[in-house]
């Protein structure tokens, strides 16, 4: 069975840097699109970044724009957020999401995914 697991979270200063990793390991060798969710304490799970099969299609949240970078190697089934000039607000559990085949689903929805990873703690303080 196909398993996601992430690494590379912990804790970080105001503008500092961390870049999380996405394992994949199963009998897919890739997929049609890769994206990272977060989710802090209390609240809903929002979308952070995505990139396609293609290593482009790539799209970002606007509260991360500028600040993240997603990336993806497909034959090795990864994907990989690098995280700079942190900020408090970025506090959360750190997801990573894959889909299978296109749905056409839109990027933003949780639904269109197939497999997440069991998360990741990322903790930035002021």
């Known amino acids: 069975q196909v398993q996601l697991v992430e690494s590379g979270g912990g804790l970080v200063q105001a503008g500092g840097s961390l870049r999380l990793s996405c394992a994949a390991s199963g009998l897919v060798y890739s997929y049609s699109a890769m994206s990272w969710f977060r989710q802090a304490p209390g609240k809903e799970r929002e979308f952070v970044a995505t990139?396609?099969?293609?290593?482009?299609?790539?799209q970002y949240a606007d509260s991360v724009k500028g600040r993240f970078t997603i990336s993806r190697d497909n034959a090795k089934n990864t994907v990989t957020l690098q995280m700079d000039s942190l900020k408090p607000e970025d506090t959360a559990v750190y997801y990573c999401?894959?889909?299978?085949?296109?749905?056409?689903?839109?990027?933003?929805?949780?639904?269109?995914?197939?497999?997440w990873g069991p998360g990741t703690q990322v903790t930035v303080s002021s």
């Open positions: 990139i396609g099969w293609s290593y482009s299609n790539i």
């Open positions: 999401a894959a889909e299978r085949t296109n749905s056409g689903r839109a990027y933003f929805l949780a639904s269109r995914y197939d497999y």
